[in-house]
């Protein structure tokens, strides 16, 4: 099938008035990658497929958002909103181009899954010149109806031009489609908009190609896979329903999370078979966890990597760039930012460290910060294999720390450290005898006590 060329047209004109905002609806995120994208994804598996996108606007955003699942991406503007053949033909000049598979989905529907899709081409591949992806609705009332006959499809019914008899069939027109290409444009060119709603509809080229002795069938999904997005209480169970089925995915693929329901994955995290994940962890789009490293609870990770047998948190946050290596640790309410952490480094309690690299086995204390930041440009530390960073330590970027040096707690390091050297960056601490009594009569005389 993969031989086949196939065009995807994504149907994105709609105006979203009901996500009440500004935000195109198809670019509306779950799982940290906007809707359309979710759909074109699904149409190809492997960046193989062209892509037309039918828009209202921001024309621009939206072939930026689905180009990286495309092998080509354009977008074609629907000025009036005549109906989802018309919009369909707005894509007129690249369906001309004579493709074998032309697939037309909806791109509010983010939930489909590429072996739905695949289905429907399969279909195409063996013979079939139109294939509709149908579900079993719980409430078909709003859908349109797929009127069957001996196998074949004969038409759909639109609810609100549908009888009474043809609206007790709960079998339903999901909206995706697959139609070959050969034959695509001049089905679509029949379509009248003699209806309930004086609208093009898609779903009459099913009677037309019918009525024209082509092979039109129905496949079934399942009705998740067709969940369309109108709200943004539909995003919220959209996401909900992705978050669900990737967990899984992970769960079955050897990956442990103990309270799997409050981690919260995007769409490019990858897990490592027995890596554990603690409860309410955070992955934003970017992470990878290798084996056996744990995420232990309520950290936040994004684009970072974790290698094998590390392990972060509680509380920690990986921001950009956070490279951590094999059984290094990053501990309670650490922070790091654009850093490699070489194999078994550690930083447990309370630091940040950023724009930095940390060599194999050094051990940063409480309170280790880098001042990577002057209010204009970053600058980076460079701290040894070996070295001993002592807690509250504020390490003035740019700066070297040697392998195997020691730096005394409380420091404020300015310049470099050479390997194995002891720094001391504080004042000299001195005792007077008898000054704390001395003190407290004086404050006590002053208060009249
Ligand atoms: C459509 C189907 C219906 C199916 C249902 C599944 C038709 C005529 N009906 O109905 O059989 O059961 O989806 O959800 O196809 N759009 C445009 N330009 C237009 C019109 C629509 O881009 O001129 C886009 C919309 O943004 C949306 C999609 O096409 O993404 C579907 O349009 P919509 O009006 O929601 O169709 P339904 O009435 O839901
Ligand atoms: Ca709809």
Redesign the pocket.
Known sequence: MSQRSCLSVV??????TRMKGDLP??LHQIAGLPLIAHVVRATNSGGTVDVAV???READAVRAAVAPFAAHAETFL?T????????VL?AREAIARGYDDVLIV????PLVEAQSLADLRAELAAGADVVVMGFQAPDPT????LIERDGSLVA?R??RDATEEERGIDI????LMAVSGKHALSLLDAVGNDNA?G??????IVEIAASRGLKVVATRAPYEN?L?I?NRAELAQAEAVWQARRRTALLLNGVTMTAPETVHLSHDTQIAQDALIEPNVFFGPGVTVASGARIRAFSYLEQATVAENAEIGPFARLRPGARIGRKAKVGNFCEVKNAVLDEGAKINHLSYVGDAHVGAKANLGAGTITCNYDGFGKHHTEIGAGAFIGSNTSLVAPITIGAEAYIASGSVITDDVPDDALAFGRARQTNKDGFGKRLRQKYAARAGK
């Open positions: 149907l994105a004109a709609g105006e979203g609806k198809v039918v828009v209202g629907q009036e909103r005549l109906g989802t053949a018309h919009a707005a909806f791109g509010d529907t709003g859908y349109g109806r759909i639109e609810h339903c027109n999901g909206g709603k609208e093009y509809y898609l779903t009459d067709i369309g109108n």
